[in-house]
């Protein structure tokens, strides 16, 4: 009686010491808590300055200046700008004449130097489908298109001028 | 076995002899008066180890309880707002790409008991050292009186506040409060609008929508306004240098999406620091000359004109007009600019912007009839757009035939330039007014506007417009790839009892492009002077076209608008680099 007595007591105190315990732990933790939010409200009122100044420097007007005594940078002009779908794409590469393989080994007097058939990038605007007409504003380009090979091109756009008259394209 | 009689015996003699029935004879032994009290003990132990079970019991039920039960409850967590910036007095507000234009930051302010200061004019004096733009008089003489709570200074810098604490007086304390920044400065001064000292908004979007700034529902969402922070710096660029070029006195630009009515941007000449409004001269700079401003515009109404002349159906595009001699109406004598001496065709009345022309086309239409389309086109209210600060038109109560011959060609009546940039946007979008708004709108989401023009009278303006730059007034206008299209503008200024012919007021309104258009510019300059470079010459086609080619040129890839192939052999390319 007496040893289930005192088991029973021992048991009673331990059981009262874990409850303790894990109350003071959760009453910690709580403090963690608290403590970490706290900091986020301090955080996030120096995220919101930060904000502010960073719009500050990056003022369009400081930026520019910035951009023109550092980088030497100007506004943008037509020449400049492109679509994406005025990029001429690479054409699948024309047949090539295969060079034959010498049946016999090339002696060194006999050596047959075959070059394959030169192939400039043409602008091709018999590919591209006679599309809409161009609108009634601009004036409409009525001379037959002429292929200008790209390299003697001064500048992008005469390489595609004569394009975009034949497909009068624009969105 | 032996056991004695008296029952005191209680325990057992010998182990061995009773080992089989030790219990018994223990039991049996309670038969007596002492075994009464011994039960009674042991009834007593009993209850008590009850207790003690039941305790054991409800503490090891409540550790369960805690450590299982209650794992997916909050408790007392206090909530953290969800929102990242913290909960101020007032919301933001934001440019269309998300750029802070205003918000509050948390400052201290100096405040004093002047009870607990003991020697009040060594402390003002120590004041001023910190904060040089306080009055060494006022601020002796406050902190000597009698009160218990006096301002030294709001909203100070965190220097000056390790200054001010650094002192150690008692009797000065610190306040926090908020004070609105401006992170873009003067960029935005009439569109924002600025605050008094308490945060109440006086002026601009802070007055119009002061109370959905301060509304607790709408403090973390920041106010998206539909300007465009970039295209307002570029206008401003392109508009100061204007000013500097031309020695004008004041300048507006507006830019104007046709479709939705979003002002993109929206600047007047000269402007101010939203942080210090009241500085000395600044009464004029405060003026917003864009929305507030009404001036009589000038031949940029010849468009309007001639789009209600057509959508009456009064004129047709082939009709051809005397313009050989000045119009004379009692003592008053209508001229062009240029006199041409012949008959014009109604492109060429337009493109070359002839008064005689214009008038003869009014004439077919009637007062009536123009009073009507002025209506519909807005020209008799104030601009319906979110800042306080808009100019009501003024025109004459009679409308009689002077009346309509001098407004068919823009004079007699004073409207603000946010009205033509609104006309004009219904006159290229198809026909339909759109509604100004300065708060970031998808097309879906605004209200189809009125229909006020047909659209073939407005796809016949598209067309005019662009043979302005092409051929007429506003060539200096014209930028490669974008299609402008507009009307040059040149107002004589009004003085006591006439038109000062020296003063003007130019402007250009363009859109582009002009095969669909997306949006609607205005460049307008106060009283630009004729310079060597414009050969003596100070109209709209000298100053505010270039300045739009220079606009145009610029905002259009930042408003998504790419320039479109051109044959070069057809514009008339006039632009200087």
Known sequence: MRKSMIFLLLGLVVMSFLLFRVRYQVQELEEDVAHVERTIIEERESIHVLQAEWSYLTRPARLQALAEKHLGMKPATYEQLARWEDIPMLEAEPAVAEVPVPAVEPQEKTVAVVEPAPAPVVVAPAKKAPAAKPPAKIAAAKKAPVPVVRDEAATVWDALRVETSASGGHR | MNHRQDGLDLGVTSPHRWAGDRHVAYFARMAGPMDKAVSRCKSRVGVAMVFLVVGLLFVSYRLVDIALMRAGQSGRVFQVSKHASPALGRADVVDRNGTLLATNLVTSSVFANPRMIGEPTQLARKLVAI?????????????????????????????????????????????????????????????????????????????????????????????????????????????????????????????????????????????????????????????????????????????????????????????????????????????????????????????????????????????????????????????????????????????????????????????????????????????????????????????????????????????????????????????????????????????????????????????????????????????PQPTKKTYGFATAGWNAAPMTALLVERIAPLLGVMPLPVDETEIIAKRKH
């Not at chain 2, 830019?255 to 000449?269: A, D, F, P, Q, W």
């Not at chain 2, 600044?282 to 001639?306: C, H, P, Q, W």
């Not at chain 2, 600060?389 to 004459?396: D, I, L, V």
């Not at chain 2, 823009?410 to 290229?428: D, F, K, Q």
Request: hydrophobic share 35%; charged share 20%; no cysteine.
């Open chain 2, 131 to 527: 904060f040089p733009d306080l009055s060494m008089t006022k601020l002796e003489k406050q902190l000597k009186s009698d009160r218990t709570f006096v301002w030294v200074k709001r909203n100070i810098t965190p220097q000056q506040q390790y200054e001010v604490n650094k002192l150690g007086v008692p009797g000065l304390n610190f306040q926090k409060e908020e004070q609105r920044v401006y992170p873009q400065g003067q960029l935005l001064g009439h569109v924002l609008g600025y605050v008094d000292v308490d945060n109440h908004g006086i002026a601009g979007i802070e007055k119009s929508l002061n109370s959905t700034l301060v509304d607790p529902a709408h403090y973390a969402e920041p106010i998206t306004l539909s300007i465009d922070t970039r295209v307002q710096h570029t206008m401003h660029t392109v508009l100061q240098e204007g000013i500097k070029e031309f020695q004008a006195k004041g300048a507006v630009g507006i830019v104007l999406n046709v479709r939705t009515g979003e002002v993109i941007s929206m600047v007047s000449l000269p402007d101010f620091d939203p942080h210090q409004p009241n500085s000395p001269g600044a009464a004029d700079a405060r003026f917003n000359r864009a929305s507030l401003g009404v001036y009589e515009m000038g031949s940029t109404f010849k468009g309007f004109t001639i789009a209600m002349a057509l959508d009456s159906g009064r004129v047709k595009m082939s009709d051809q007009f005397d313009a050989t001699q000045p119009i004379s109406f009692g003592r008053f004598k209508i001229n062009d600019s240029h006199p041409e001496h012949r008959w014009l065709t109604l492109p060429e009345v337009f493109m070359l912007s002839s008064n005689i022309g214009t008038v003869k086309i009014v004439e077919k239409m009637g007062p009536k009839k123009q009073q009507e389309y002025f209506r519909q086109l807005g020209f008799f209210e104030p601009v319906n757009i979110e800042l306080p600060e808009r100019g009501a038109p003024m025109f004459p109560s009679q409308w009689q035939e002077l009346t309509m011959m001098t407004t068919s060609f823009g004079h007699g009546i004073a409207v603000s330039p946010l009205h033509v940039v609104r006309a004009t946007a219904a006159l290229v979008n198809g026909g339909r007014l759109p509604e100004l708004t300065l708060l970031k709108t998808s097309a879906d989401a605004m209200p189809k506007g009125k229909q006020v023009v047909k659209s073939e009278t407005s796809q016949a303006m598209r067309m005019l417009m662009r043979q302005v730059v092409v051929e007429g007034t506003g060539k200096s206008s014209e930028v490669k790839g974008y299609f402008i299209g507009g009307k040059t503008g040149t107002a004589e200024k009004t003085t006591s009892g006439g038109y000062d012919k020296k003063a003007l007021l130019t402007s250009f309104v363009a859109s582009f492009p002009m095969q669909n258009p997306q949006y609607v510019t205005l460049v307008m300059f106060d009283e």
